[in-house]
C-alpha cells in the first residue's frame, strides 16, 4: 500500500489532531516544554484552520500518518507549518514529499515571493531536512533559556512560479 498525499477534510480534524500530538512529543521532550501549541490546540481551533488554510494530510489506507499546513499573507511570503510524521513513516522521505506538496498548493493561484518555516534549535532532523529542501537560516530569536526559534526561508524563482 501506498502513501497517498490529498487536501484534508473536516472529517480528517481528529486524526490530524491526535498525529500532532503524537507526532509533537519528541519536541515536547526536547525542550522540556509539554505547553508548545501543537500540544495544546483544540479540536475547534484546528477546524478552523482547516477553513482557512491549506491543509495536506497523507494517507496510508484510512489512516492519516503525515501533514502540514500553509497559507500565504499579502506580502507574497508562503508560511509553511505544523509538518509532522508519524514516527513509524519517518526517514522515508515523507516529510520532504509533504513540504514539497504544500510548495506546490501555495504556489497555485497565489503570488509567491518566498516560503517561511520555523523550527527550534535542537530539531536537527527538522534543520537538516528544511536545507535539504532549500531554505537557509534567516533568523534566530531566542524564546527562553532552552529555547531558540530558528526561522528558515526560501525565495521562490521565477521559473520555479511560472512552471507551477
Do not use: C
Not at 519528541?26 to 490546540?41: K, M
Not at 519517518?90 to 523550527?119: I, Y
Request: cysteine-free; aromatic content about 4%; proline content about 2%.
Amino acid at each position: 500500500m501506498s502513501v497517498i498525499i490529498s487536501v484534508a477534510t473536516e472529517e480528517d480534524a481528529e486524526q490530524i489532531l491526535k498525529l500532532q500530538y503524537l507526532g509533537y512529543q519528541s519536541e515536547a521532550e526536547l525542550y522540556g516544554d509539554w505547553g508548545i501549541e501543537p500540544l495544546t490546540q483544540t479540536l475547534e481551533s484546528l477546524r478552523a484552520e482547516l477553513a482557512e488554510r491549506h491543509v495536506l494530510v497523507a494517507r496510508l489506507g484510512d489512516e492519516v500518518v503525515g501533514t502540514v499546513r500553509g497559507r500565504v499573507d499579502d506580502s507574497g511570503v508562503a508560511r509553511v507549518g505544523r509538518l509532522v510524521v508519524h514516527p513509524r513513516m519517518q526517514r522515508h522521505g515523507l516529510g520532504g514529499r509533504l513540504l514539497d506538496a504544500v510548495e506546490r498548493q501555495l504556489l497555485d493561484g497565489h503570488r509567491v515571493r518566498s516560503f517561511e518555516l520555523f523550527t527550534g534549535h535542537r530539531s536537527l532532523g527538522n534543520l537538516r531536512l528544511y536545507a535539504r529542501h532549500g531554505y537557509q537560516q534567516r533568523e534566530v530569536r531566542e524564546v527562553s533559556r532552552r529555547l531558540s526559534m530558528v526561522t528558515l526561508e526560501k525565495p521562490v524563482h521565477a521559473e520555479l512560479a511560472a512552471t507551477a
